[in-house]
């Protein structure tokens, strides 16, 4: 079963600069999907951005970015610019390619609170 | 306006006193789930549909049902709610790229 790690409860930045946020996920499959969801106070789930694992080249949504390490099993998130409207819940998740039972499964990381300071 | 509509979005009941969270999209999405979300464990499926009268079990079925007699309309239904279903719940549906759509999100508390 594949598992999604956040190690950082917690994270804070100052407005305008840039934070990392760590997302770290075990699979033995090859070909799949990783997300950054950000869940602010209203409790919506927001998708940031999204990753192919075949893609090589790193996703980019306007001020979020990410760096995806496959062999390290990396997926960490960059928000260049920090806004107050940034300051949520942020979430990991991974999905398999792959039909059967894990078809449409989101598996998420623990979540990480970023406070975005004036 | 597409969109992923749950209700209630807040509900307190006692233990034992039978529920239904009513999921609706209209998207005409063929597949849709059920997430709770605690703290410290970010979301786990409850349980997810294919299709139409096809549902099977997610990560976290124990004490819930589902079914899916209609396209559109996906609902769980807490048969006997127990403390431990105390929760925020999620339902998503997902489109042809893959992304899944949730819904506003349902807080129940079961005392």
């Known amino acids: 079963a594949q598992t999604v790690t956040q190690s950082q409860p917690e994270m804070s930045v100052q407005e305008a600069e840039t934070v990392t946020l760590s997302c770290t996920y075990d699979?033995?499959?090859?070909?799949?999907?990783l997300f950054w969801y950000k869940q602010p106070p209203s409790r919506q789930m927001i998708l940031v951005i999204r990753q192919e694992a075949y893609k090589q080249q790193n996703a980019t949504e306007n001020r979020f970015s990410v760096n995806f390490q496959k062999a390290a099993k990396s997926f960490s998130l960059k928000i260049s610019d920090s806004q107050l409207g940034d300051a949520a819940m942020y979430f990991c998740?991974?999905?398999?390619?792959?039909?059967?039972?894990?078809?449409?499964?989101?598996?998420f990381g623990q979540g990480t609170i970023l406070t975005v300071h004036p | 306006e597409a969109q992923v509509t749950q209700n209630p979005r807040y509900l307190i009941t006692v233990t034992g006193k039978k529920l239904t969270v009513t999921c609706s999209q209209n998207?005409?999405?063929?597949?849709m789930s059920w997430y709770r979300q605690d703290p410290g464990l970010g979301l786990r499926q409850i349980y997810y549909s294919m299709n139409v009268e096809v549902t099977d079990k997610g990560d976290v079925p124990e004490g819930y049902k589902v079914s899916r007699k209609e396209k559109r309309n996906f609902p769980l239904i807490l048969e006997s709610p127990s403390p431990n279903q105390t929760s925020l719940y999620f339902c998503?549906?997902?489109?042809?790229?893959?992304?899944?759509?949730f819904g506003e999100g349902s807080r129940l508390t079961v005392l």
């Open positions: 998503a549906s997902m489109g042809a790229s893959g992304e899944l759509f």
């Open positions: 998740a991974y999905r398999s390619r792959d039909g059967g039972t894990s078809y449409g499964k989101l598996t």
């Open positions: 998207m005409n999405h063929e597949y």
């Open positions: 699979t033995s499959e090859s070909d799949y999907y």
